[in-house]
């Protein structure tokens, strides 16, 4: 099981920031040679991959994870958070840092992340030489769920994204809740639990209690399920991806659902269940997604 050691870590990564489309982005960075892109999800931050990036650069690769807009420590406008403007926030940070000079890069994303890079990778498929995508459902593509009362299973995985939606009262119950909320969160959703120390819940607490942060976060869900954005997600999943795609599932998280939605709509993809693994696979098992990318991107 991987640690993290903060003073080993900053010896190899630094911090840095890109301001595209009016947006200041942070992301962190480190290594050389072909570039990977690491994609967060909610309610995380780049910090979700910190344990996967310095097996990847021990592999050979300059790793970059970004804090997409209202992610982090980067900045949280008031719009956007629609799946086209934030994946033509990536290929403007891609096209800025320089990563598309060499040819298309490497893209991962693990949750929202996922939604992320499945647009990214829609919208600008040039840009993408391989993508790796983690634990989630796709709005708008993945079928939903049967309806009725879920299941006490089904209902610990996915409560929130109903919640996440609602009007002020998110805001209203997490406002100094943060870290309640964030506990609960990684608590419930997790197999090994003891993979997200208190250290790392600080960090987390601290950008989840960033002004803006909340608002930021529940917009990902409200616009991703709003009928603009399940119409844009929908015309998303005519297109037909080409790439070669990489989609695994936690044992308790989509499980083989992920990979059964982009069999629908891509020609070349792999993957599988990741066994005895909950939802923060990168933290959970990442010596396990490592292996997965490694092979993956080094095909």
């Known amino acids: 099981m991987q640690t993290f050691s903060p003073a080993t870590f900053w010896n190899d990564f630094h911090h840095c920031s890109a301001r595209v489309n009016g947006v200041r982005l942070h992301y962190v960075e480190g290594g050389s040679g072909a ?92 840009d993408i030489r391989r993508l790796a995508l983690f634990d989630a459902a796709l709005p708008g593509i993945t079928p939903p769920p049967p309806a009725g009362i879920p299941s006490a299973e089904v209902n610990t995985r996915t409560w929130h994204f109903a919640f996440n939606r609602l009007d002020d009262l998110p805001e209203i119950l997490l406002q100094g809740h943060e870290r309640a909320f964030l506990s609960h969160l990684f608590h419930t959703k997790a197999t090994h639990r003891w993979a997200i120390t208190p250290a790392d819940l600080d960090e987390y607490e601290r950008v989840f209690s960033a002004p803006g942060a909340i608002r930021a976060a529940l917009s990902y869900y409200r616009v991703a399920f709003g009928t603009e954005g399940l119409a844009q997600s929908r015309a998303r999943g005519e297109k037909t991806l080409t790439m070669p795609i990489l989609a695994m599932g936690a044992e308790h998280g989509v499980k083989d659902a992920l990979l059964n939605t982009l069999k629908t709509i891509a020609t070349d993809v792999r993957g599988g269940i990741l066994e005895n693994c909950g939802h923060y696979m990168p933290e959970e098992m990442p010596d396990a997604v490592s292996d997965e990318l490694q092979r993956f991107f080094n095909a």
């Open 35 to 126: 570039p990977i892109l690491l994609i967060p999800g909610w309610p995380q931050s780049w910090y979700a991959w910190r344990l996967v990036m310095p097996l990847l650069v021990a592999g050979g690769r300059r790793v970059i994870a970004i804090d997409p807009r209202g992610m982090g420590d980067s900045d949280k406008p008031a719009s956007g958070y629609d799946l086209k403007t934030v994946a033509a926030d990536l290929h403007a940070f891609a096209g800025t840092l320089g990563l598309l000079d060499h040819g298309p890069l490497d893209v991962a994303g693990h949750d929202i992340g996922t939604w992320i890079g499945h647009a990214y990778a829609a919208d600008w498929p040039d």
